[in-house]
């Protein structure tokens, strides 16, 4: 019982979040930015929307998973972070509203003894009371921030240079 | 004293539902079930291509995916006259068992057995007797006392990580938990089990549908291409695939979540008599063997049981205008001819109205309308659906493959058949569909070779997909035995766009309010006199409505009798 890592394929760059929710949906915003994008072949990205144990079979694929997620932990809006969560404890204590899903995939992959390393970045955020498929404009002023932080992590872990020529 | 526990939601993925039970001298007296979120897709559909629908409703839940669009096709198809080839029907039909066996399987291990299983006790567990004990239940070849005190050691690992992560939200040592601490350890390692094999068995959806979830449906066929030698289409290697898949889920069903499930339920006899609710019981039925329009070939029958006894089962007619009908009497809905009237789905309306109190609030007041589910009715009665609502059906029409799987496991269990009419009914009717549907889904898989053999290539009836070739109007009504129970869609087509569409889905039928005559529907039926040891840890309450399968996430709230907050635990529904 142990989650098989295929290492043909390296990095899954996995956004996570409620489109419909505003600044919840951070992640997915993300990963949509990404898919318009010329990235390396062994780096594939992913909207995952809410899924939990639905992105379990992704995890067996990549060596590296950088996922992206909304977090309610109380700092400014905007405030970016990357974490290795390895387990269930290493995540802010008020992730977005999937947090279960999220929290319950990466402690499902812990007990079945993924290989796979997981980096975190969380975005933190003021509330997931709002409804809407636009970001407030905290969260839309780090968007080039985080995908430049989100490249580098993969220049890091793919030691080639640079991911994208733009 | 009376008690009010308040089941309500916190925002999840599928939905909220909310249930407040009164509590008098340890038994709950009373139950209100409320669906607090709009669905209205009915809305989102108007004015769109009919051949669109099933894209759109498909999105209505994650969990369900796949069942939602396999319903929309099928009341365009019925609408327009369309006749689907028989490579058609036995892909949908393979996709059909292989959701049964991911979503049946999921519920059990991963939404319901730590209800019944206490995962801090399992660490308790002596490896070498658990691995006798598992033997003795099944040939699964995974049940040495190695493998066993592997498990213990890495969740006790993960326990003293500080969390107990995925097992945070359960009442470990609630004294309802009954299992020897052996079977407490099969059980969470078969948890764990299934959480690898869940992954696997989706991947048929994705082989014929294109994707997992949400895998592609098409008005008149299924829009995956038979090319044995096609590197790109449904060939033979993909079929292989897909054989072995459906073969590794028998045996997962039949050495796993069949022995767990016995062996389980024979600690929880008690719960055959609690948690029964209405007694009447309706399917529509699905899975024809000559097709979706020849009902008479459908592994699952159709039919309807009332209060209980089957030895009558009678016919449901989708179509007639006094069979199915909606109320809104406790619905935050408003319809043109009052609050009184039932209206069939072809005549349906989904004009909102809320009256309900202003969120963040305490208490509904249940006097009023109190949900935004409707509340449907057969001729008037309330009635349950899902797995134990087909198991009887299928018992009572006097089907073989029925009774011999129901007669065997009452016989295991040493318990009447009255004791399916419960809780525990419910959690193993589930379990005993699993075998026909893992059975069926490989009899489905072999016609499906035999007739691509014989040449028959054709997957889709595309003659009259052109919208020029449809009448100005039309009317059409799908329907499919979701795993959670009997769901269908109505649609009115006029001038080639979608005038009206209605969709009454399982959960609808189960946790509605109450009827313009005060009748309680399911949920709310099977709760009455449900025992409650300790109202600050509801784990009975969770064990009756997890029985259902519910399609939500709910959190429990409890309030003394002055209403005031004093407990809170999240529970994970799916």
Same mark, same amino acid.
């Given at each position: 019982?142990?989650?098989q890592?295929?290492?043909?394929?390296n990095?899954?760059?996995?956004g996570?979040?409620?489109?419909?929710?505003?600044?919840?949906g951070?992640?997915?915003?993300?990963?949509?930015?990404?898919?318009?994008?010329?990235?390396?072949?062994?780096?594939?990205?992913?909207?995952?929307?809410?899924?939990?144990?639905?992105?379990?079979?992704?995890?067996?694929?990549?060596?590296?998973?950088?996922?992206?997620?909304?977090?309610?932990?109380?700092?400014?809006?905007?405030?970016?972070?990357?974490?290795?969560?390895?387990f269930?404890?290493?995540?802010?204590?008020?992730?977005?509203?999937?947090d279960?899903g999220?929290?319950?995939?990466v402690?499902?992959?812990?007990?079945?003894?993924?290989?796979?390393?997981?980096?975190?970045?969380v975005?933190s955020?003021?509330?997931?009371?709002?409804?809407?498929?636009?970001?407030?404009?905290?969260?839309?002023?780090?968007?080039?921030e985080?995908?430049?932080?989100?490249?580098?992590l993969i220049?890091?872990?793919?030691?080639?240079?640079p991911?994208?020529?733009? | 004293m009376?008690?009010?526990?308040?089941?309500?939601?916190?925002?999840?993925?599928?939905?909220?539902?909310?249930?407040?039970?009164?509590?008098?001298?340890?038994?709950?007296?009373?139950?209100?079930?409320?669906?607090?979120?709009?669905?209205?897709?009915?809305?989102?559909?108007?004015?769109?291509?009919?051949?669109?629908?099933?894209?759109?409703?498909?999105?209505?839940?994650?969990?369900?995916?796949?069942?939602?669009?396999?319903?929309?096709?099928?009341?365009?198809?019925?609408?327009?006259?369309?006749?689907?080839?028989?490579?058609?029907?036995?892909?949908?039909n393979i996709?059909?068992?292989?959701q049964?066996?991911h979503?049946?399987?999921?519920?059990?291990?991963?939404?319901h057995?730590?209800?019944?299983v206490?995962?801090?006790?399992?660490?308790?567990?002596?490896?070498?007797k658990?691995?006798?004990?598992?033997q003795?239940?099944?040939h699964w070849?995974? $049940?040495?006392?190695?493998?066993?005190?592997? +498990?213990?050691?890495?969740?006790?690992? &993960?326990?003293?990580? #500080?969390? *107990? /992560?995925?097992?945070?939200?359960?009442?470990?040592?609630?004294?309802?938990?009954?299992?020897?601490?052996?079977?407490?350890?099969?059980?969470?390692?078969?948890?764990?089990?299934?959480?690898e094999?869940?992954k696997?068995?989706?991947?048929?959806?994705?082989?014929?549908?294109?994707?997992?979830?949400?895998?592609?449906?098409?008005?008149?066929?299924?829009?995956?291409?038979?090319?044995?030698?096609?590197?790109?289409?449904i060939?033979?290697?993909?079929?292989?695939?897909?054989?072995?898949?459906?073969e590794?889920?028998?045996?997962?069903?039949?050495?796993?979540?069949i022995?767990?499930?016995?062996?389980?339920? $024979?600690?929880?006899?008690?719960w055959?008599? +609690?948690g029964?609710?209405?007694g009447? &019981?309706?399917?529509? #039925?699905? *899975? /024809?063997?000559?097709?979706?329009?020849?009902?008479?070939?459908?592994?699952f029958?159709?039919?309807?049981?009332?209060?209980?006894?089957?030895?009558?089962v009678?016919?449901?007619?989708l179509?007639?205008?006094?069979?199915?009908?909606?109320?809104?009497?406790?619905?935050?809905?408003?319809?043109?001819?009052?609050?009184?009237?039932?209206?069939?789905?072809?005549?349906?309306?989904?004009?909102?109205?809320?009256?309900?109190p202003?969120?963040?609030?305490?208490h509904?007041d249940?006097?009023?309308?109190?949900?935004?589910?409707?509340?449907?009715?057969?001729?008037?009665?309330?009635?349950?659906?899902?797995?134990?609502?087909?198991?009887?059906i299928?018992?009572?029409?006097?089907?073989?493959?029925y009774?011999?799987?129901?007669?065997?496991? *009452?016989?295991?269990?040493?318990?009447?058949?009255?004791?399916?009419?419960?809780?525990?009914?419910?959690?193993?009717?589930?379990?005993?569909?699993?075998?026909?549907?893992?059975?069926?889904?490989?009899?489905?898989?072999?016609?499906?070779?035999?007739?691509i053999?014989?040449g028959?290539?054709?997957?889709?009836?595309?003659?009259?997909f052109?919208?020029?070739?449809?009448?100005?109007t039309?009317?059409?009504?799908?329907?499919?035995?979701?795993?959670?129970?009997?769901?269908?869609?109505?649609?009115?087509?006029?001038?080639?766009?979608?005038?009206?569409?209605?969709?009454?889905?399982?959960?609808?039928?189960?946790?509605?309010?109450?009827?313009?005559?005060?009748?309680?529907?399911?949920?709310?039926?099977?709760?009455?006199?449900?025992?409650?040891?300790?109202?600050?840890?509801?784990?009975?309450?969770?064990?009756?409505?997890?029985?259902?399968?519910?399609?939500?996430?709910?959190?429990?709230?409890?309030?003394?009798?002055?209403?005031?907050?004093?407990?809170?635990?999240?529970?994970?529904?799916?």
């Amino acid at each position: 019982m142990q989650l098989q890592t295929d290492p043909s394929k390296n990095i899954l760059i996995l956004g996570i979040g409620n489109y419909l929710m505003a600044d919840e949906g951070v992640g997915v915003h993300m990963a949509r930015m990404f898919e318009t994008e010329q990235l390396p072949e062994d780096v594939d990205v992913l909207d995952g929307g809410t899924g939990g144990f639905h992105l379990l079979e992704y995890f067996e694929q990549y060596r590296h998973v950088i996922l992206v997620d909304a977090t309610l932990d109380g700092l400014e809006p905007g405030t970016i972070r990357l974490i290795k969560p390895k387990f269930y404890s290493d995540f802010p204590a008020a992730m977005s509203t999937h947090d279960i899903g999220l929290k319950d995939l990466v402690g499902a992959l812990q007990l079945l003894n993924s290989t796979t390393e997981i980096h975190l970045f969380v975005v933190s955020i003021k509330s997931i009371q709002e409804q809407g498929i636009e970001l407030t404009a905290p969260i839309t002023n780090i968007l080039p921030e985080l995908k430049k932080k989100v490249i580098s992590l993969i220049e890091l872990l793919t030691l080639k240079q640079p991911v994208l020529s733009a | 004293m009376s008690q009010r526990i308040v089941v309500d939601p916190i925002t999840r993925i599928e939905g909220h539902l909310r249930v407040e039970a009164e509590i008098e001298n340890g038994k709950i007296k009373d139950a209100y079930s409320s669906g607090t979120m709009v669905r209205l897709l009915e809305e989102i559909l108007k004015g769109r291509d009919p051949r669109d629908a099933w894209a759109f409703v498909g999105r209505v839940c994650g969990v369900c995916t796949s069942i939602h669009s396999l319903t929309s096709v099928r009341a365009v198809e019925d609408a327009l006259g369309i006749v689907i080839p028989p490579n058609a029907e036995l892909v949908r039909n393979i996709m059909f068992c292989a959701q049964y066996m991911h979503d049946h399987v999921v519920h059990f291990y991963h939404l319901h057995a730590m209800d019944w299983v206490d995962v801090v006790n399992a660490l308790k567990a002596d490896p070498k007797k658990t691995s006798e004990l598992a033997q003795s239940i099944s040939h699964w070849p995974k $049940s040495s006392p190695g493998y066993f005190s592997d +498990i213990q050691t890495r969740v006790k690992k &993960f326990v003293e990580s #500080g969390q *107990l /992560g995925i097992f945070a939200n359960g009442y470990w040592g609630h004294p309802a938990y009954k299992l020897p601490a052996e079977v407490n350890l099969i059980g969470l390692a078969h948890y764990l089990e299934a959480l690898e094999w869940q992954k696997e068995i989706v991947k048929i959806h994705a082989i014929f549908g294109g994707k997992n979830p949400h895998p592609n449906y098409l008005v008149g066929g299924m829009a995956c291409a038979i090319g044995l030698d096609d590197v790109s289409g449904i060939n033979a290697e993909r079929l292989s695939y897909v054989k072995q898949l459906l073969e590794q889920a028998k045996v997962f069903v039949e050495q796993v979540y069949i022995p767990d499930l016995m062996a389980i339920a $024979s600690f929880y006899k008690d719960w055959g008599a +609690i948690g029964g609710g209405l007694g009447s &019981f309706m399917a529509y #039925g699905d *899975l /024809g063997t000559n097709g979706y329009r020849d009902p008479s070939s459908y592994k699952f029958p159709s039919g309807v049981i009332l209060n209980k006894d089957i030895s009558k089962v009678m016919d449901v007619d989708l179509r007639k205008d006094d069979e199915v009908q909606e109320y809104v009497t406790n619905s935050w809905y408003e319809y043109k001819e009052g609050d009184k009237v039932g209206l069939h789905p072809w005549k349906g309306e989904s004009k909102i109205k809320y009256t309900g109190p202003k969120p963040p609030f305490e208490h509904l007041d249940v006097t009023q309308k109190y949900s935004y589910l409707k509340t449907p009715r057969w001729k008037g009665h309330a009635v349950e659906v899902g797995p134990l609502a087909r198991v009887l059906i299928g018992y009572a029409r006097g089907r073989e493959d029925y009774k011999a799987i129901v007669d065997k496991a *009452l016989t295991d269990l040493n318990v009447p058949v009255t004791a399916l009419f419960s809780t525990l009914g419910r959690t193993a009717a589930r379990g005993l569909e699993s075998i026909l549907t893992a059975q069926w889904g490989l009899e489905f898989y072999d016609k499906l070779i035999d007739n691509i053999k014989s040449g028959d290539k054709r997957m889709a009836e595309m003659s009259k997909f052109d919208p020029e070739k449809w009448p100005k109007t039309a009317l059409g009504v799908g329907h499919s035995e979701a795993p959670r129970g009997a769901l269908a869609h109505w649609i009115n087509i006029e001038d080639q766009k979608i005038a009206n569409y209605q969709l009454v889905v399982p959960t609808t039928w189960n946790a509605s309010p109450r009827d313009a005559n005060g009748q309680l529907s399911a949920y709310e039926a099977a709760l009455i006199d449900t025992p409650v040891h300790d109202p600050k840890l509801p784990l009975e309450i969770l064990r009756t409505i997890h029985s259902f399968d519910p399609c939500l996430a709910c959190s429990v709230h409890l309030y003394d009798e002055h209403g005031n907050h004093i407990n809170r635990v999240s529970v994970l529904g799916d």
